[in-house]
């Protein structure tokens, strides 16, 4: 039989078992993330009920470092919406924003209906009063880069109306040969 045929056994038709193996083990390791040890995992709890205490004492700005510093090491939908309230009673309504997206995502993957539709709400509330920033470069010298708070600014983010925490924003240009501006 050639290579890649379809075999018949008992009159029943199968396909080759590689590219079954292959299409599984692609699906597998789509879906899997890397299991978070349990020390790790006790870290995290630790740093959640730390900001949670932090969050009820309303000390939203010492619980933030906090959560997150928890959601880095085991991330989880109840960590990014007890994230995402402390950013928004701080004033911070993208950094809530998006915070309320993550968890909404993070909860359709688990299959948390409930949660998902929560987050999805909030995000929705915050998204009408988002702070937002186009940068625009117009008859821009070449070789320009373009920084916002010390971070570069992706070409393609230009012209794009960006989310951004309400406040101040430096926003510097360099070009070879001329001084920022």
Sequence with gaps: MPRGALASIDGVRSCPPLPWLLLVLTLAAATW????????RARALALFEEGRRLREQDRCD???PKLTASQELDP???T???LADCHELLGQSASAWVRFREADALA???????RADFAAQRAEALSATLCKVTIVLAGAPE?????RDGEAVAAAELGVAVPIDPGR????????GLGPW
């Design 33 to 40: 993330s890397p299991p978070v040890c349990a020390d790790q």
């Design 62 to 64: 010492l619980a933030v």
């Design 76 to 78: 989880a939908v109840g």
């Design 80 to 82: 990014l919406l007890n």
């Design 108 to 114: 359709r993957r688990d299959g948390d209906e409930r």
């Design 143 to 147: 070789g320009v880069t373009v920084t």
């Design 169 to 176: 924003v430096a926003i510097a240009a360099s070009a070879p």
